[in-house]
């Protein structure tokens, strides 16, 4: 029992009791947000100070945490003690309870699933102001069905969560590829080696993909050292993948390259016997390049470039550049040049959080200036997907996460029970808001023509109609009556995006026509730097100032990881 805890969930149940009585709609403040969703104006509930990591317990492997416990504090608090989540989003401000609410998959959840799935319980304040627990023997379909639907169904204030054995290192494997099919086809084949432990990929271009497997190990060679990238002076990861795809991709083309022959050709040789010699040093040529393909085949680990990554580091390796979509800022605010010593300057505003809050603290112009979108889609249907994206949308790079099959209904993005390849479309979009409408709208009908779903975080331009033809209806609105959640928004009302009342604030088609203050706002770069101003007063600088992610570097050589089991120590 912890008094704090149930001293504040007392109070947010009396609050949600009184709305309820009163058949007011509300919404709940969580504090802070990952969402690119535009906001919506409502009475709230206010939760942020659920936010401790409330025990974690090495015997049976579990954390007890509330919802706004983020990545990098949960991290911190279980790499103490040998432990980690299994899946763990790559963004540190991204929350437990955000994690369990959407449909938080990354490069881990090809064996372990969701987020939600390593979430053995947990506690609900429902719209009645009731508190329950849910798990798989109780409220065992309120358990099952809150998982992805965006707090739709009630307020989770306290999770227990499944941890697993932690060692101190990633060991990281950087493979190129020349196509698209061989790329996606690579990431399925690495999702297949149980050894695996972490996969993803980035699709730098139509002829250049990249494949990253880890394994976690206690081990590294004496000859090199940890690879960072939490430090101002470290690379942002998506570069240093970059470099490490390039310099892959060169020894790949060498290798190809037939040797130089060693012996002159004498002029003065008769024509019989220098077409014999000719004709032995083909056959062996031919051998040669024979037995260093089969040598290829069967062992790689001389050529393999890897990188040593401290767990955390590794963990939240997109964090600094929010994947690449900090570039972005550089070319919004064009006068600044996209280098080293700039992107050191500026670090404090590289970090994910940061960004986050500049994006959202400039209002609608920044919201709807980039394609921000996850999409996943069976694995065969993904590089039409990619084509699409290329010719449509010019988006480059794009992240490519295998996810385990998820059970259905959901909300997750998946159509059916079967592996899914999650693919990050994040760049640059039309200016003209209903230029970007369209392609947003023209996005959203190519995936259902595939099979495929959107991660519900994003932008939502289904109509209601064309919505529900995506998830299970009856099966959701039976859980909504069930546990009278009518005061709450609808996962639809949630994450729908009001194209109707943003074209009227703009102007008929898109174009700007309000007062001049509007008008203001909308011109460049004054939406940026109002994002800005607004980004350094939440002070969430400072966080990143903070040793939190060099805290295994530190304490890692006095940590005694938990005994595995059978296998490689992960359940």
């Known amino acids: 029992m912890n008094v704090q805890h149930d001293a504040a969930v007392s109070r947010i149940a009396s609050e949600v009791r009184a ?64 432990l980690v989540p299994p899946v763990v989003m790559e963004f540190p401000g991204i929350t437990a309870g955000g994690g369990f609410a959407g449909s938080a998959g990354e490069s881990s959840s090809f064996r372990h699933g969701y987020f939600d799935e390593a979430v053995r319980s947990v506690e609900v304040v429902l719209a009645t102001g009731d508190v ?71 699709l730098f271009s139509p002829d250049r993909g990249l494949v990253m ?25 998506y570069l240093r993948a970059e470099s490490r795809s390039r310099k892959h991709r060169k020894q790949q083309l060498q290798k190809q390259q037939p040797p130089k022959q060693n012996q002159k050709r004498q002029a003065t040789e008769h024509q019989a016997t220098e077409h014999q010699t000719t004709q032995h040093q083909t056959t062996e040529h031919q051998a040669t390049e024979h037995q260093a393909t089969e040598h290829q085949t069967t062992n790689d680990s001389d050529t393999e470039i890897t990188d040593h990554i401290p767990l955390a580091e590794y963990l939240f390796r997109y964090d600094r550049g929010g994947f690449w979509a900090g570039a972005q800022g550089f070319r919004y605010f064009w006068f600044v040049p996209f280098c080293g010593p700039a992107r050191w300057l500026l670090d404090d505003f590289m970090h994910a959080r940061m960004l986050f809050r500049a994006l959202q603290g400039g209002g609608p112009s920044m919201s709807f200036r980039g394609v921000v979108q996850d999409v996943a889609l069976p694995y065969a249907a993904a590089a039409d997907f990619v084509d699409y994206a290329a010719a449509e949308l010019a988006v480059w790079p ?19 029970p079967q592996p899914m390849l999650n693919i990050g479309v994040w760049g640059a979009a039309s200016g003209d808001l209903a230029t970007f409408v369209r392609q947003n709208r023209a996005l959203e ?35 909504r009556a069930k546990y009278q959640a009518t005061t709450l928004p609808s996962i639809y009302d949630k994450v729908h995006v009001d194209v109707a009342g943003l074209m009227a604030r703009r102007g008929q088609g898109g174009r700007r026509s309000a007062a001049w203050v509007r008008q203001l706002a909308d011109v460049w770069p004054v939406p940026g730097l109002a994002g800005i101003f607004r980004a350094i007063r939440s002070r969430d600088y400072k966080i990143h100032r903070r040793p939190l992610l060099a805290y295994w570097e530190e304490r890692n050589a006095n940590v005694q990881p938990t005994t595995p089991g059978p296998g490689k120590g992960t359940e």
């Open 213 to 237: 497997v880890g394994r976690m190990t206690d081990d590294m060679p004496t000859n090199k050292n940890p690879q960072t990238f939490s430090r101002p002076r470290d690379p942002w990861f």
């Open 398 to 416: 794009l992240w490519l996460c295998p996810l385990r099959a998820a059970a259905q209904p959901t909300f997750h993005p998946s159509c059916c």
């Open 445 to 479: 009908a190519k995936l259902t023509r595939l099979g495929g779903r959107k991660v519900l975080y994003a932008h939502t331009y289904y109509s209601e109609d064309e919505f529900w033809a995506l998830y299970d209806r009856a099966w959701y609105d039976g859980l």
């Open 19 to 82: 709305l309820f009585a009163q058949r007011q709609p509300f919404r709940v403040f969580h504090g802070s947000t990952n969402s690119t969703r535009p906001g919506h104006g409502a009475q709230t509930v206010d939760i942020s100070a659920l936010g401790n990591v409330l025990s974690i317990d090495q015997t049976t492997r579990t954390a007890v945490v509330e919802p706004n416990v983020p990545m990098d504090q949960l991290v911190q608090a279980t790499l103490a003690r040998g």
């Open 132 to 202: 329950v627990c849910a798990s798989a023997d109780e409220n065992a379909d309120l358990f099952r069905g809150a998982r992805g639907s965006a707090g739709t169904l009630g307020i989770v204030t306290k999770l227990e969560l499944a941890l697993v054995p932690a060692r101190r290192f990633v060991r990281l494997v950087y493979r190129s590829y020349a196509s698209v099919d061989d790329t996606i086809a690579a990431v399925k084949a690495a999702t297949e080696d149980p050894a695996n432990d972490y996969v993803d990929g980035i």
